[in-house]
């Protein structure tokens, strides 16, 4: 088993930034998918930005040129940098881990980033 404690959701206003942060409790997979997935109210959740081992990532259109995915050298936490955050992206973000080989997966219990002036 694998627990993922997630930090760094809150209030913030337009064009602010927020840093969420997600550490898993161990690393289970050699190779890992690690991201960052949200849900905004009456909506399906969506990919926000993952990173694999050996650093490649992948973005939402809408989030492009905005976030930034990062994580740290021993591939237990993740990072998302938000910048020029926007109310469209008010939603809960949830930290996803998971397997590149089987469909093992592993969910955080969610963050709330609320964007309004």
């Known amino acids: 088993q694998v627990q993922l404690v997630e930090s760094g959701g809150g209030l913030v206003q337009p064009g602010g930034s927020l840093r969420l942060s997600c550490e898993a409790s161990r690393r289970m997979f050699s190779m890992y998918v690690m991201g960052w997935y949200r849900q905004a109210p009456g909506k399906e959740r969506e990919l926000v930005a993952v990173?694999?081992?050996?650093?490649?990532?992948t973005y939402a259109e809408s989030v492009k040129g905005r976030f930034t995915i990062s994580e740290n050298n021993i591939g237990t936490t993740v990072y998302l940098q938000m910048n020029n955050l926007q109310p469209e992206d008010t939603a809960v973000y949830y930290c996803?881990?998971?397997?590149?080989?089987?469909?093992?997966?592993?969910w955080g219990q969610g963050t709330q980033v609320t964007v309004s002036s």
């Open positions: 990173i694999k081992n050996r650093g490649s990532t």
């Open positions: 996803k881990y998971g397997s590149q080989v089987t469909t093992a997966e592993y």
